[in-house]
């Protein structure tokens, strides 16, 4: 079982890893190729599109992967593809009635977007609602079902549809449309390339669409998680809103506003969710296998929580390592931009409470105790939304750090409390977070002085890429030094393991 867990998060993690890397490059070349104000009208608008496409693409699938793990052993196939298909018409009726609400009072729109030019953005991308819904739905039964080479393959192929379509509509292979409106575009024709793709591979796996029952069941189950998705997304869909028109209302003009937002949606915040490709594939495997053992032993369902928070931790301190010293360095480098840098210097922090919040979500949702936690994120995304209301006026785009640190931070601290009260877990974790946090510090200080040193011999920015290089290493380094991590027992533990195995051929030879 830890042997087929292990295969399942390296198998997520590669596929999320090279994933996350073509959407690092796509951003990189879309902010050199079209600015940053193009980037930030792109961003508005599909931040505004994930905070409805919430509604029917977010509870649903995971309603669905989870139910199915419960199910999958009982054999029960026209009652999984039931389960499909009642989720499935949930999503697109949902889908449906906000495609008609936009459409029937256009008002909406202006009442939204304070720079209008966001507004035909917006439009040409509401239609994947549907077929996001369905992309969604499908890929909750892959995941219930354990199949994560699908799972995480899809993902990876929409974003290679997405790189291409966006390449050749922004890139003007249609005269009509280029820029922000090329790259709307290929978001609503790569949505649905991927779409159908999955459901190519929905029914050559065996799957089908029956007749949908007890559609009220799966409302049910899904209505928590979809209105904890809901406000999450309302984090980074308010910021969208909510920023450009504070700055502006501070004398920041629109088009500044907007390619401030830019700065900060399309080119820092991707780096600060970058841990979140190895942290995701945890949470990923976590689900199905805590769904499908209900009755696990409680102190080793708090001693698997603890190991998945202090991997949580450590991945994030890697990453802290390096940002802390190089950030604006890194802005430059990647998107010739040393606002954006900065951005993600003072942001780096926020790395730890996202992560943490990603794990604890997790569990919750898997045990059934996602109504509970509810109220957390409720709380924490109010106290976001005061935040970013008010704070720019004084510290203008730093507002979105400050308002989106203090909710993961309030978030993680009572999903935390949850786990500790309903499941007796420990906190034993928390030592590894002290220490990883702590080692950043003369990581950081080492690094910018090896840094500054190399400078006046090699060239500036192949000094600061190796010292980057050296900041990860040192990091690692204490890590290993204060036994945060067990590489002796792993390694010993794949030596008995090839030795089982060299044992059970040479056994399987012999006469």
Not at 126 to 147: D, H, N
Not at 289 to 302: I, R
Request: aromatic share 10%; proline share 3%; with cysteine.
């Amino acid at each position: 079982m830890k042997k087929s867990v292990f295969q399942a998060v390296a198998l997520v993690s590669v596929l999320s890893i090279v994933t996350r890397v073509l959407s690092f490059v796509f951003k990189i070349y879309l902010s050199r190729a079209y600015g940053a104000d193009a980037v930030g009208l792109y961003q508005i608008g599909i931040s505004i599109f994930f905070l409805f496409a919430a509604f029917p693409a977010s509870g649903l699938p995971l309603a669905v992967s989870r139910r199915v793990a419960e199910i999958t052993g009982d054999g029960n196939e026209r009652k999984e593809f039931s389960l499909v298909s009642s989720a499935a018409v949930v999503g697109l009726l949902i889908s449906a009635a906000v495609t008609v609400v936009f459409f029937a009072f256009p008002k909406i729109f202006n009442l939204m977007f304070a720079d209008k030019r966001v507004i035909p953005i917006f439009q040409i991308m509401l239609p994947a609602l549907f077929s996001t819904t369905v992309y969604c739905v499908l890929r909750g039964w892959f995941w219930g079902r354990k199949r994560f080479l699908v799972f995480g393959f899809t993902e990876l192929l929409e974003e290679v549809f997405r790189i291409v379509f966006s390449v050749l509509f922004a890139g003007g292979v249609i005269s009509a449309v280029n820029g922000a409106t090329g790259i709307a575009l290929a978001f609503l024709v790569s949505d649905a390339a991927s779409a159908l793709t999955l459901a190519l591979l929905y029914f050559i796996k065996g799957g089908r669409f029956t007749a949908p029952r007890d559609i009220k069941t799966t409302v049910k189950s899904a209505a928590p998680i979809t209105a904890m998705r809901v406000f999450g997304n309302i984090v980074g869909s308010l910021s969208a809103v909510i920023i450009p028109q504070r700055l502006v209302a501070a004398g920041v003009s629109a088009t500044q506003a907007t390619a401030e937002y830019g700065r900060v949606a399309g080119m820092a915040i991707p780096l600060l969710l970058a841990p979140l490709a190895l942290i995701g594939s945890i949470a990923v495997v976590l689900i199905p296998e805590l769904a499908s053992d209900k009755k696990a032993n409680p102190s080793l369902l708090s001693q698997k929580i603890n190991r998945s928070l202090s991997a949580s931790v450590l991945i994030t301190g890697l990453f802290l390592a390096v940002y802390l010293p190089f950030g604006k360095e890194i802005g430059v480098l990647l998107y010739n931009d040393a606002a954006a840098g900065l951005y993600l210097r003072f942001s780096a922090i926020l790395m730890l409470p996202i992560g943490i919040n990603q794990i604890g979500a997790t569990v919750l949702n898997s045990i059934g105790l996602e109504g509970k936690s509810f109220l957390s994120f409720i709380l924490g995304t109010a106290l976001m939304i005061v935040l970013v209301f008010f704070l720019p006026k004084y510290i203008g785009i730093y507002a979105v750090a400050v308002g989106t640190g203090a909710c993961y931070t309030v978030t993680s601290v009572m999903n935390l409390r949850l786990m500790k009260k309903h499941i007796g877990m420990s906190l034993a974790f928390l030592k590894t977070t002290v220490l990883a946090a702590a080692f950043c510090g003369p990581t950081a200080f080492i690094a910018v002085w090896l840094r500054n040193i190399a400078a006046s011999v090699l060239n500036e920015t192949v000094a600061t890429v190796l010292c980057m290089a050296v900041a990860a290493l040192l990091y690692l380094t204490l890590v290993w030094c204060f036994d945060l991590v067990d590489i002796q027992g792993f390694l010993k533990k794949r030596n008995n393991s090839t030795s089982s195995q060299r044992a059970k051929r040479k056994k399987s030879v012999s006469f």
